[in-house]
């Protein structure tokens, strides 16, 4: 059985890890099948990607095991920035992602489920910023992922205590989107996931970097991006055939549903 598995069902992809070895650590052959899955399903004419784990664990984040390997400070450095492209890549997608967790997220797999643009957990979920306990600062982009969820204070608490906080915690600071039991959180963050895949790619990756760079571009700046990507919108083919749908009293058909973009080239 592959480690790292991609099924596309309809307009949604899915990503699942299933290394119970490490329980699902972001090892080498991980992080390989995982860079690749993602390449696969952004070429895909999927407009949702779900990232999930297995029950036990969505991701225990960096092998210790590689890390004590690692002969010099150099070595480290190469080895975080390489294990964090994959959060940049991810964070990069004009795909909507979703990170579906059940077990634990814990280091580098928290940074891995921030990197996703929402997050539903299982009940039986479990989150922590584990690094300090091991004697490492927070990587793979995690200290910003993670602040622009639950705010700074919020996040140095997780950060330097590192205790492990429970799914109704986590939807209690902001870190989730919402918490399903355990035996319906499959179902029903694809039944999301499924909603989500039905608007309109172009305007929803447009709708995501105008979200993302609201907080750097002020009110001012925002309304200006804003204007400049609804202007594009307005005589796009999504918009004609939506409003011709509105009108008409129907749904809307796929149009230009496939197109791989990257939110730095929108």
Do not use: W
């Not at 895909?44 to 779900?50: G, P, Q, R, Y």
């Not at 499959?186 to 996931?193: G, N, R, W, Y």
């Amino acid at each position: 059985m592959s480690i790292v598995t991609f099924e596309q069902k309809e307009k949604v992809g899915i990503i699942e890890i299933n290394y119970p070895t490490t329980l699902n650590s972001l090892c080498l052959p991980v992080r390989v099948a995982l860079i690749d899955k993602l390449h696969q399903a952004n070429e895909s004419d999927v407009n949702v990607i779900v990232i999930k784990g297995t029950e036990r664990s969505f991701s225990t984040g960096g092998d210790l095991a590689e890390l004590g390997a690692l002969k010099t400070p150099i070595e480290g450095n190469e080895y975080i920035e390489e294990v964090a492209q994959i959060m940049q890549f991810i964070d990069g997608l004009s795909k909507v992602t979703i990170a579906l967790v059940e077990g634990y997220a814990m280091g580098a797999g928290l940074s891995l489920a921030t990197a996703c643009d929402l997050i539903y957990a299982g009940e039986k979920a479990k989150f922590s910023m584990a690094f300090l306990k091991v004697g490492l600062v927070p990587d793979c982009g995690v200290s910003y992922l993670l602040t622009r969820l639950v705010g700074l204070q919020k996040a140095k608490e997780l950060t330097l205590t590192g205790r492990i906080i429970d799914a109704a915690e986590a939807l209690r600071i902001g870190l989730v989107n919402n918490v399903f039991p355990a035996d319906k959180v499959v179902e029903e963050t694809m039944a999301i996931a499924d909603e989500l895949a039905k608007n309109a790619p172009k305007a929803m990756a447009l709708a995501k970097v105008n979200l993302e760079l609201a907080g750097q571009l002020g009110l001012d700046g925002t309304i200006i991006a804003e204007a400049r990507t609804q202007g594009l919108c307005i005589f796009g083919s999504e918009h004609i055939e939506g409003r011709k749908a509105f009108f008409e009293k129907r749904k809307p058909s796929e149009t230009s549903q496939h197109k791989t973009m990257n939110k730095a080239v929108i």
